[in-house]
């Protein structure tokens, strides 16, 4: 089993900045891919970033250049950094993870993952 816990949303001015973290625990002996992904009202589930098991990263088109994903903590802590908020990102952020997985495989689908966090809200006013 996994546990996932998001933390680091919050309310910020459009182009503004926020960092949000993903600490995983429980099955933490391994390295696997995770997830980003975010949820707006009225909206389904959307993929935003993956980084792999081998620390290769990709992103959406609608975030990327503005969003950096890393590890830190033998990659037990995943970071979502945002920059150049719009209010278009305005969403509930999830952090998910796939331990059946290695190599440079990536997920985008929300099936992909087995194992999800809470939640955090981000909410982005102009």
């Known amino acids: 089993q996994v546990q996932l816990v998001e933390a680091g949303g919050g309310l910020v001015q459009a182009g503004g900045s926020l960092r949000l973290s993903c600490v995983a625990s429980?099955?933490?002996?391994?390295?696997?891919?995770m997830g980003w992904f975010r949820q707006a009202p009225g909206k389904e589930r959307e993929f935003v970033a993956a980084v792999t098991w081998s620390d290769r990263i990709y992103y959406s088109d609608s975030v990327k250049g503005r969003f950096t994903v890393s590890r830190a903590n033998a990659r037990n802590t995943m970071y979502l950094q945002m920059n150049s908020l719009k209010p278009e990102d305005t969403a509930v952020y999830y952090c998910a993870a796939a331990p059946g997985y290695g190599g440079n495989w990536y997920g985008t689908k929300i099936n992909d993952y087995d194992y999800w966090g809470q939640g955090t809200q981000v909410t982005v006013f102009s």
């Open positions: 429980g099955r933490t002996f391994g390295i696997y891919p």
